[in-house]
């Protein structure tokens, strides 16, 4: 079960008791945030993509979109999801529970600046139902990510 992947993920930074487990889906930015009960913004979305045949997470805050020009910027390809039934063998995670806490190894780890200025953040856990409560500083020291980027505009 991918949550407790992620679970044993957090074990290394004393955590693992953090993750919250709801009742009712938290699989999408709108449902996870009447869940915990904060703003859509606070969020952290994961977000899957291909880079050639390597697959990539980008972790955003939930009202931001990802910005064609800037991704292709940064990574030198146009922005391509990964596909719905191939999210979970690639990256260790289905749809709706997609983490940085608990991936498959080989598989990089951004993080948008779009997170920067928030007080709180909050990941799902690899579950449909789940999240845990961080401070995007807090997401950068736990996280294996590769580095920050700009590749997200607001849709707020």
């Known amino acids: 079960m991918a949550i407790e992947k992620a679970r044993e993920y957090l074990k290394k930074y004393g955590m693992e008791n953090e993750i919250m487990e709801f009742d009712v889906s938290s699989a999408t930015v ?11 913004r606070e969020i952290a979305k994961t977000l899957s993509f291909l880079i050639g045949e390597r697959a990539i ?13 800037k991704y292709k910027a940064e990574f030198h390809t146009k922005a391509k999801m990964i596909p719905f039934d191939l ?27 779009s997170l920067r200025d928030l ?12 999240a845990i409560r961080l401070t995007p500083a807090q997401l950068e020291r736990i996280t294996c990510h590769e580095k920050w980027i700009d590749v997200c505009r607001s849709i707020a």
Do not use: Q, R, W
């Open 119 to 130: 007080k709180t953040v909050y990941p799902a856990c690899g579950s449909a139902n789940s």
């Open 30 to 40: 709108e449902k996870a945030a009447a869940a915990i009960g904060c703003s859509e």
């Open 87 to 113: 999210v979970e063998p690639m990256v260790g995670h289905a749809v709706g529970g997609v983490c940085p806490f608990g991936i498959h190894d080989g598989v990089t780890v951004y993080l948008d600046v």
């Open 57 to 69: 997470l980008i972790v955003a805050a939930g009202d931001a979109k990802i910005d064609n020009a």
